[in-house]
């Protein structure tokens, strides 16, 4: 994979002043969904801002598909950012506010309208476009923030705790539009503290801390090479008796807890995949296993063991 | 190729402007300041009308003369060039909507030139159909035949025509000062009061620093000396030490305003939006 399919942070540090923004972040960033993951004020709207050419590094690079956030000519054709600031021109329109940012990309009337029309309609809000933004919900404000963000059709898209003030429904629909957009090989970046959502969404995660990255890469990978929080396995069977006497005689499970019901086990293993191979052994050894799967593999979880459940709150 | 999208963006950029900043209820003072002269000089049409006596010509010229240099130029059109100008750019970080513009595919210059144009036409527009309205209300008391001798026989027209270019100039000189100030500062109170200290010492610099001020370029352009008319403190404000001609004048003040342009462009390159600390 080129650089020029990447987003790439390259040593990168931003100071307020004195106050850390972000300090020494060296991530690149592959197409799909990747979710920034952290408490407030841990860097997360600095790492956008900074991708997107609002704030300037104090140190280091950053390129977007090989293109400097500098570079605004360029880099806004393939990108496009919904900020988390919930404000808006004054006495437009959601129509008005989209083909107006349009015509400053430089298109003409007809395609301005067409574009701004079709993007209206991705995120269902035909009916209120005409309505003054003064006067839109919240979740509709989010909307035409979205609609304006994507309207160009950007190879990026950036957007910072998109899912703020959606309704259910709209979340559900705004998810799937993300994921419709990943499979289309763009690359899609979110911030949320909604950590359930981002985890049935993302690719890849970004997990920052006071202005650090902490953890970045696949949420699966990330989970296993935190060796000193051994992964949670739920396993539901006939006999979690005879499964816990087996695999105790291993030295990587850690913890074995039959349920109360007596119909199945939760194990704390160190080595997941040793773990995996042994359980197939059992089943073939006549245990009846309904199910396996991993307890705490998830955003929620890198989150707790990394950043720590106060913080989480 | 690059020139037409670039052209079709400024153009972009100045309807927006239009549309979302100027007729705006933000702007009402200005329009007020703007043609607060139409109301003094309709008053004293109508007072003069309804007397039935007549007035003295020249006394209205040089009234009219020390109105335009002492109020209009040096307060209604500086401070009107300070509300639109510096709400261009400052207007717009207030209402946390810069970066809009900031996201979309346009060179920072590029929307810094469509906004500063978007500024100029309504500046220009607003402060020269002023000047048209208080020529008229002035002069609105005089009977035809009065008017016609001096519009076309003497230096009515003249006088006219070098008012609305001494404005458009204004416009253009204040409105480049006050769209960098909006781009630098965080305070206009800064730079108002800043730039109205330099301009009102004007006369008192060295002869070096002088030609680096707006008025010093618009009073010699100023069709008619009242210096002399006008006892103190205000002709501090119309004396023009060493007056200059109008060919070194106009273009001396339109380079002045081409520097603090690209000067200002230079800047907003790397202007960042951080509404949080504003």
Known sequence: MTSSNQIVFDNVSKFYGDVLGINRVNVSIPPGITSLVGPNGSGKTTLMNLMTGLLQPTR??????????????????????????????????????????????????????????????????????????????????????????????????????????????????????????????????????????????SDQVILLSNGYVIAEGEIHGVRSEMQEHPMQILIRCNKPSEVASQIFQKDYVVEAQIHRDGRGLLVRTRDADKFY????????????????????????????????????? | MLTNLRLAQIYAVLRLELKKTFFARRGIWVYLLAFSPVLLFGGHSLLMLKRGQPCDFGLDTNIFAGVFQVFYLRLAVFFGCLGIFMNLFRGEVLDKSLHYYFLTPIRREVLMAGKFLAGLLVAIATFC???????????????????????????????????????????IGYGSVFLAAGIFMRNPIIPAVTILVWEAANPFLPAILQKFSVIYYLKSLCPIDVASDIGPPFNLLTVTVDPISPAIAIPGLLVVATIVVLWAGRRIRTMEISYGTE
Request: net charge negative; hydrophobic share 45%; with cysteine.
């Open chain 2, 129 to 171: 159909l002023s000047i048209l309205l208080q020529f008229a209300a002035m002069y609105a008391h005089y009977d035809a035949a009065t008017m016609q001798e001096y519009l076309f026989r003497g230096h009515g027209i003249w006088h006219l025509a070098a008012y609305l270019g001494v404005t458009a100039l204004a416009c």
């Open chain 1, 60 to 201: 280091g690079r950053i390129e977007v598909l090989g293109i400097s956030p500098n570079d605004p000519e360029r880099m806004f054709r393939e990108l496009g950012y919904c900020t988390q600031f919930d404000s808006f021109p004054k006495g437009l329109t959601g129509y008005e506010f989209v083909y107006s940012y349009l015509r400053v990309y430089g298109c003409l009337h007809q395609e301005a309208d067409d574009l701004a029309w079709r993007a209206i309609e991705r995120v269902n809000l035909v009916e209120a476009a005409k309505r003054k933004i003064a006067g839109y919900s919240k979740g509709m404000r989010q909307r035409i923030k979205l609609a304006q963000s994507i309207c160009h059709g950007p190879s990026v898209l950036v957007l910072d705790e998109p899912l703020n003030g959606l309704d259910p429904l709209a979340r559900a629909e705004t998810i799937a539009l993300f994921r419709t957009l990943a499979a289309d090989g763009m690359h899609v970046i979110i911030s949320s503290h909604i950590l359930h959502e981002v985890d049935a969404i």
């Open chain 1, 277 to 313: 191979l042994m359980l197939n052994q059992i089943a073939m050894n006549g245990v009846g296993i309904e199910s396996v799967a991993p307890a705490d593999d998830d955003v929620n979880s890198l989150y707790e063991y990394l950043i720590g459940p106060e913080e989480s709150k």
